[in-house]
Nanobody, 127 residues
Framework: VQLQASGGGLVQTGGSLRLSCVAS????????MGWFRQAPGKDREFVSG????????VYAESVKDRFTISRDSATNTVYLQMNSLKPEDTAVYYC?????????????????????WGQGTQVTVSS
């Protein structure tokens, strides 16, 4: 599956952005879609994940109550609505697919679990 992320940009502190990630192939009901980010000089970190069938959502503590993940099954698209952005949110944001052979609503925060990755979209928050 090819993943295409978009929606990044430059915003001021307190601003909002909405990231989109479109999958070219099928996302199955067992799968999990995740968003990760990587700032310069730092490791890639989990931001949020959503189970495709159960619509279960998980967030990193650092973005809870500010970011919202959602999905559109009809278009195989996952979104990340980011509000109240802070300079520390500055990073390249990646979407990723965790292909699951069985129904399991656990959302893994380890990047190594995810099979396919988008190309990333830059988010820059100015102070």
């Amino acid at each position: 599956v090819q993943l295409q992320a978009s929606g990044g940009g430059l915003v001021q502190t307190g601003g909002s952005l909405r990231l989109s990630c479109v999958a070219s192939g099928v996302i199955y009901s067992n799968d999990v879609m995740g968003w990760f980010r990587q700032a310069p000089g730092k490791d890639r970190e989990f931001v949020s994940g959503i189970h495709w069938r159960a619509n279960k959502k998980v967030y990193a503590e650092s973005v809870k109550d500010r970011f919202t993940i959602s999905r559109d099954s009809a278009t195989n698209t996952v979104y990340l609505q980011m509000n109240s952005l802070k300079p520390e949110d500055t990073a390249v944001y990646y979407c990723a697919l965790d292909r699951r052979p069985e129904y399991n609503t656990r959302i893994d925060e380890r990047s190594t679990t995810y099979n396919d990755w988008g190309q990333g979209t830059q988010v820059t928050v100015s102070s």
